[in-house]
């Protein structure tokens, strides 16, 4: 790691919300923050409204007008990743804290993470726990282990030391300021967009901070409420999660890798067969009446691999014949 750790004492956070056509959404997350117990001189709040074409931006200039350490600016081009990076141009503080829009904190979130970085200057980037808050239930035909599809996390009650995958959600992330001038920003070629589901973002760049050798921190006392949205609760948009997540991996590879057609083909050619293999479990599992879970699980499968075959053929059209 090229950057070297600034003096624990003293340090300020900037809490960021990105948002996209979520103004109801956006103001209960915003609300959460403008109620932090952190002086206003070690804290100050920014709304990045990502291209939306609801109030959001009316929104966010009533909040700014009643609080002084509340600042909003546009990034018209639509991507979590942009609005992330344009942050991180406007921020202020020291450190920059995520907050997704549909989330909540409690009064001691900034204040809990900024002293995990006081505490202890190798630590470039910290997550805590991700609650579930569900509309109706959660609902009877989700596996338990799919509940990461809606940013999930929950490492117990002591803290610990990120050591590889999971690695904190940008739900509920913060790093320091100097991680970005050390390892890169958010690969815009990762994150989701409009519609897309598209991730690995957080993981890719947290990936990169591990690599260097630095610490990241999980901190159980820094809690956030979590709404997952209705139109998440059905089948159909686990599933296109899932098909988006197959792609997000092979984009992460390709980004990395050199690989040439050859290997993307091998591969897109394996995980189809997978899909496949998935989808046909996953009809038996039906016919026999088998609990709706287990199906889920297997058209989860199937979907992940229908997705990392069908980014692995792009992938291959992409590449230059040689």
């Known amino acids: 790691m090229s950057t070297q750790p600034t003096d624990g004492g003293g340090l300020t956070v900037t809490a960021v919300i990105c ?7 956006a103001r209960r997350a915003l609300e959460s923050l403008v109620a932090q117990d952190l002086d206003h001189d070690r804290f100050d709040v920014l709304v990045v409204d990502n291209g939306s074409t609801d109030d959001t931006a009316a929104m966010a200039q009533a909040v700014a007008g009643l609080h002084a350490n509340v600042r909003w600016c546009s990034e018209p081009e ?36 900024l002293e995990a970085f006081e505490t202890d200057t190798t630590v470039l980037a910290t997550g805590g726990p991700i609650i579930l808050e569900w509309p109706d239930g959660r609902p009877s035909w989700l596996p338990e282990e799919h509940d990461s599809m809606y940013a999930a996390l929950d490492l117990g009650s002591e803290p610990q030391t990120f050591a590889g995958p999971p690695f904190p ?34 993981r890719d760049l947290l990936e990169r901070v591990h690599t260097a050798g630095a610490r990241i921190i999980y901190i159980p006392l820094v809690p956030v409420i979590h709404h ?15 098909f988006d997540q197959g792609r997000s991996k092979v984009l992460i590879d390709d980004v990395r890798s050199r690989h040439g057609r050859p290997y993307w083909l ?42 990392t075959a069908w980014e ?11």
């Open 169 to 202: 959600f940008g739900a509920n992330m913060a790093i320091r300021r100097d991680a970005f001038d050390a390892v890169g920003r958010f690969s815009v070629d990762l994150g989701r967009r409009d519609t897309n589901l598209v991730s690995g973002e957080e």
């Open 78 to 113: 639509a991507g979590l990743s942009r609005a992330r990076n344009r942050a991180i141009d406007e921020a202020r503080g020291d450190i920059l804290a995520f907050l997704d829009d549909d989330a909540v904190a409690y009064p001691s979130w900034a204040r809990l993470h």
């Open 19 to 25: 948002t996209r056509n979520r103004a109801d959404w």
């Open 312 to 322: 692995c053929l792009w992938v291959t059209a992409r590449r230059p014949t040689r």
């Open 228 to 242: 997952v949205l209705p139109d998440r609760t059905r089948w159909r948009w686990l599933l296109r999660r899932f």
């Open 266 to 307: 091998r591969r897109g050619g394996l995980q189809l067969a997978r899909s496949v293999g998935w989808a046909g479990q996953a009809i038996g599992r039906a016919i026999v009446l088998r609990p709706w879970v287990d199906v889920i699980r297997a058209l989860t499968a199937a979907a992940k691999a229908a997705g």
